[in-house]
């Protein structure tokens, strides 16, 4: 008897380890398709140029150095105060006087401050990333908030940006070539890269990196860092597409990238994080977000039919994870 009530189950599962990393990418072809058919627009030049430029750019950048940190067995709940903090550089920078490149170079340090501040947290005072970059964000959030007069934007002087989100490239745009790189350096080091597999070891098992040599809290150190200039990256972009530093916009980003990294670890079959899942699992919400406020959903609806899906697609996941 218990031969037969096992068989249905494997052969389940068995189908599931075929279907799963099919799963994601046939999602996205089908809420593109559906959503062509019935949000009115939705494929113009316009709406398309905005769901790009305007959010899978940004999410994407955000998302792809939360990829390192879930890939390192932790989570980095301040990508928001290393955008703001690029952010805030580079405004401030420019209305200086500085020019675009120190103000660039500015902004990945600031950015990457935040990132320095999580590696000293957690290499030198030995706390968790949870509660380092939980820290960092509160942190982070204050001094935003002391340095702009309790959350007032500051803008950029008129004349002194060139519009880097509108420059194009062979027809394509900047931002999109930016997003390439990013996703290639940070993609091949996590697939192929020694400290890719060092982030995964200790991402996988801490104690037997440990134990062969490995010294978990640099590494984690390292990560933390690159996922801070990241996010410097996608600071840099913000102030350039809104003219602005705005306190504490990044947080927004936070919550969105999480969801992305962990839909992207379906296309894996070891469930590990990679970054085409991650660009894959932004698309895959940037779309959603896009195609239910074209057709006339509720702000509140679209957050529980994204989640909800979200949620199916992780279910499927950890169902399989969890399967003998």
Avoid: H
């Amino acid at each position: 008897m218990s031969g037969l009530t096992l068989n249905p189950r494997a052969r389940a599962v068995a189908l599931l380890e075929r279907l799963l990393p099919a799963i994601l990418p046939l999602l996205v072809l089908g809420i593109v398709l559906f959503f062509s058919l019935s949000a009115p627009g939705f494929l113009s030049v316009g709406n398309l140029s905005s769901l790009v430029l305007n959010n899978f750019v940004l999410l994407a950048v955000v998302a792809i150095g939360m990829t390192w940190a879930v890939a390192a067995g932790g989570i980095d709940l301040s990508v928001g105060t290393a955008l703001d903090f690029a952010s805030l550089g580079f405004v401030v920078s420019l209305n200086a006087g500085l020019g675009l490149g120190l103000a660039i170079l500015v902004a990945l340090a600031a950015g990457a401050g935040a990132g320095l501040f999580n590696a000293l947290l957690i290499a030198g005072l030995r706390i968790t990333p949870f509660l380092a970059t939980l820290g960092t964000l509160f942190i982070g959030t204050s001094v935003q908030q002391l340095l702009s007069d309790g959350g007032q934007p500051i803008y950029i002087a008129k004349d002194v940006l060139p519009g880097i989100s509108s420059l194009l490239l062979l027809g394509i745009p900047l931002p999109l070539y930016l997003v390439a790189v990013l996703a290639g350096g940070y993609g091949l080091v996590l697939a192929r890269g020694r400290l890719g597999r060092e982030i995964q070891a200790v991402g996988a098992q801490p104690q037997l990196a440990y134990y062969s040599g490995l010294s978990p809290r640099r590494i984690l150190a390292r990560v933390f860092v690159g996922s801070a200039l990241a996010c410097a990256v996608a600071g840099i972009l913000l102030s350039s597409t809104v003219n602005a530093y705005v306190p504490m916009s990044g947080n927004a980003f936070l919550i969105n990238a999480i969801g992305a990294v962990f839909m992207g670890t379906t296309l894996s079959r070891q469930g590990r994080p990679n970054v085409l899942g991650t660009l894959l699992g932004v698309l895959f919400i940037n779309v959603i977000a896009n195609g239910l406020l074209l057709i006339g959903w509720n702000f509140y609806w679209q957050q529980v039919a994204t989640g909800s899906l979200i949620f199916l697609v992780l279910a499927a996941s950890f169902y399989r994870r969890r399967s003998p």
